[in-house]
C-alpha cells in the first residue's frame, strides 16, 4: 500500500494531437500512473483509444499505464491492450458475459485486474471476484465523457468499499474517476479512496500541470478507532 495517494492524469482530457509530449509533460509533473479512458462507441456513447495508440504511448514513459475500458464484449481485446503495454486492466462487470473469466484471462496475461464499478452499480459485485481484484475503480459520474460534475452519492460507496478491501486483507487500490478536482478529492480521501483519477483538473485546471497534480493530494487521514 502507497503511503500517498495516487494521482492517475486522464489522458482523455489531454491534447489528441500531441499525446506522446502531454505524457511525458504528467510524468515530469509528477503523476503517479497514467489513466487511459478506452471507449467504443457502444458501452458508452464516445469513441477514443485502441491498442495501437496505446503501443505508441508506452516507450513515453515508465509510469504505470492504468487502463480503463469501456467496451463491450471486452474479452477479445483484453490480450491486444496487454500487449500494448496495460499494466492495470480494468474492466466494468456487464461488458462480458463471464466477470470472473474475464478477470481470469487479465492476469493469465500478465496486468493487474481491476472491477469498475458505475455510479449505479451495488459495491457487493466484488465480493465474488475480491481475491482476484488489484484494483477497484469507483466511478463518480457515468461513463463516457469527461469533465462531469461528481455525484456525492458515491462517497458512501467508496467507504463501503474501502472496508472491504480492508477485510479483504488484500492491498487493492481503491481508485475514483469523474469530477475529482482540488474539492472533492479531499472528500474520496477522507472516504478511503488511495488513487484518484483526473483529467479536466489536471489538463484544463487553473495551474501548471504539477500545481495542479499537487492541488489534489491532501494527507490521508489516521485510522479511525474502532
Ligand atoms: C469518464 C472517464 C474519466 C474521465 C474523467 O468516462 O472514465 O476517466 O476522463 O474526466 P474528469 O476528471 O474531467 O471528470
Ligand atoms: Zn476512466
Same mark, same amino acid.
Given at each position: 500500500m502507497s503511503d500517498k495517494t495516487l494521482i492517475s492524469p486522464s489522458i482523455l482530457s489531454a491534447d489528441f494531437a500531441d499525446l506522446g509530449a502531454e505524457i511525458r509533460a504528467i510524468d515530469a509533473a509528477g503523476a503517479d500512473m497514467i489513466h487511459i479512458d478506452v471507449m467504443d462507441g457502444h458501452y458508452v456513447p464516445n469513441l477514443t483509444i485502441g491498442p495501437m495508440v496505446v503501443k505508441a504511448l508506452k516507450p513515453h514513459t515508465k509510469k504505470p499505464f492504468d487502463v480503463h475500458l469501456m467496451i463491450a464484449p471486452v474479452d477479445p481485446l483484453i490480450g491486444a491492450f496487454i500487449d500494448a503495454g496495460a499494466d492495470i486492466v480494468s474492466v466494468h462487470p456487464d461488458s462480458g458475459p463471464h466477470l470472473h473469466r474475464t478477470l481470469q484471462a487479465i492476469k493469465a496475461g500478465g496486468a493487474k485486474a481491476g472491477l469498475v464499478l458505475n455510479p449505479g452499480t451495488h459495491p457487493n459485485v466484488v465480493d465474488p471476484v475480491i481475491d482476484q481484484l488489484?484494483?477497484?475503480?469507483?466511478? +463518480?459520474?457515468?461513463? !463516457?465523457? /469527461? /469533465?462531469?460534475?461528481?455525484?456525492?452519492?458515491?462517497?458512501?460507496?467508496?467507504?463501503?468499499?474501502?472496508?472491504?478491501?480492508?477485510?479483504? !486483507? &488484500?492491498?487493492?487500490?481503491?481508485?475514483?474517476?469523474? !469530477?475529482?478536482? %482540488?474539492?472533492? +478529492?479531499?472528500?474520496?480521501?477522507? #472516504? /478511503?479512496?488511495?488513487?484518484?483519477?483526473?483529467? +479536466? #483538473?489536471?489538463?484544463?485546471?487553473?495551474?501548471?500541470? #504539477?500545481?495542479?497534480?499537487?492541488?489534489? &493530494?491532501?494527507?490521508? %487521514?489516521? %485510522? &479511525?478507532?474502532?
Open positions: 488489484d484494483m477497484i475503480l469507483v466511478m +463518480s459520474v457515468n461513463p !463516457g465523457f /469527461g /469533465g462531469q460534475s461528481f455525484i456525492m452519492s458515491q462517497l458512501d460507496k467508496i467507504t463501503t468499499l474501502a472496508e472491504k478491501i480492508k477485510h479483504s !486483507g &488484500r492491498d487493492i487500490i481503491l481508485e475514483v474517476d469523474g !469530477g475529482v478536482n %482540488p474539492i472533492t +478529492s479531499k472528500q474520496c480521501i477522507d #472516504a /478511503g479512496a488511495t488513487a484518484l483519477v483526473a483529467g +479536466s #483538473a489536471v489538463f484544463k485546471g487553473k495551474g501548471s500541470y #504539477a500545481d495542479n497534480i499537487a492541488a489534489l &493530494r491532501h494527507p490521508i %487521514p489516521a %485510522p &479511525r478507532a474502532v
